[in-house]
């Protein structure tokens, strides 16, 4: 019974291995179309199953912003975590789309008016990888997270990847 047991750990263990194609630890810069003087910045996490499929986990930190509602004027900041799924299509051997889904969880906020802490919402990204060097790739995207509160929050992202 034990050697069978260490037999299936072994499969499982050995196929993952084969089925993970690749991790990614990577660093972001965000800037948000309500940006008021510091820019945002993120890690994220990316695990690719095969060449046309990863899942992402991100940790956000928007910088501040300064959103003009009702006219009246509304500061604040918050951080958020995110989970999800993207899809790449591969256009040439340094170039790939993505388009990506998931959900948004904002861990905290500076102002509950422009965005609620605890507030769960689902996000949509699309973004471009180009492939500098065998270690480095650069991602330009944008990500739109789909929370009611004041703020439209849609930013722009810079990654590098290592």
Same mark, same amino acid.
């Given at each position: 019974m034990r050697t069978l047991f260490i037999?299936?750990?072994? #499969?499982? +263990? *050995?196929?993952?291995? $084969? +089925?993970a194609a690749e991790h990614t630890v #990577? @660093?972001?810069i965000n800037f948000n179309s309500e940006q008021d003087a510091n820019v945002g910045y993120g890690i994220l996490y990316q695990? $690719?199953? @095969?060449? *046309?499929?990863? +899942?992402? #986990?991100k940790y956000t930190q928007s910088g501040d912003l300064k959103v003009i509602s009702d006219e009246k004027i509304i500061f604040g900041e918050y951080s958020s975590f995110s @989970? =999800?799924?993207? +899809?790449?299509?591969?256009? @040439?051997?340094?170039?790939?789309?993505?388009? =990506?889904?998931?959900?948004?969880?904002?861990?905290?906020?500076? *102002? *509950?008016y422009?965005?609620?802490?605890?507030?769960? !919402?689902?996000y949509f990204q699309i973004s471009a990888n180009y492939k500098v060097t065998e270690r480095l790739s650069l991602t330009l995207g944008q990500t739109t997270l789909f929370h009611n509160d004041v703020i439209a929050v849609s930013y722009t992202h810079l990654? !590098?990847?290592?």
């Amino acid at each position: 019974m034990r050697t069978l047991f260490i037999l299936l750990i072994y #499969a499982l +263990f *050995n196929s993952i291995q $084969t +089925f993970a194609a690749e991790h990614t630890v #990577a @660093s972001q810069i965000n800037f948000n179309s309500e940006q008021d003087a510091n820019v945002g910045y993120g890690i994220l996490y990316q695990y $690719t199953f @095969s060449e *046309n499929i990863e +899942f992402e #986990a991100k940790y956000t930190q928007s910088g501040d912003l300064k959103v003009i509602s009702d006219e009246k004027i509304i500061f604040g900041e918050y951080s958020s975590f995110s @989970s =999800g799924i993207n +899809f790449i299509k591969q256009r @040439s051997p340094k170039l790939s789309l993505k388009v =990506g889904l998931g959900l948004n969880t904002v861990t905290s906020s500076s *102002n *509950n008016y422009l965005i609620e802490q605890n507030s769960i !919402a689902p996000y949509f990204q699309i973004s471009a990888n180009y492939k500098v060097t065998e270690r480095l790739s650069l991602t330009l995207g944008q990500t739109t997270l789909f929370h009611n509160d004041v703020i439209a929050v849609s930013y722009t992202h810079l990654r !590098a990847h290592e």
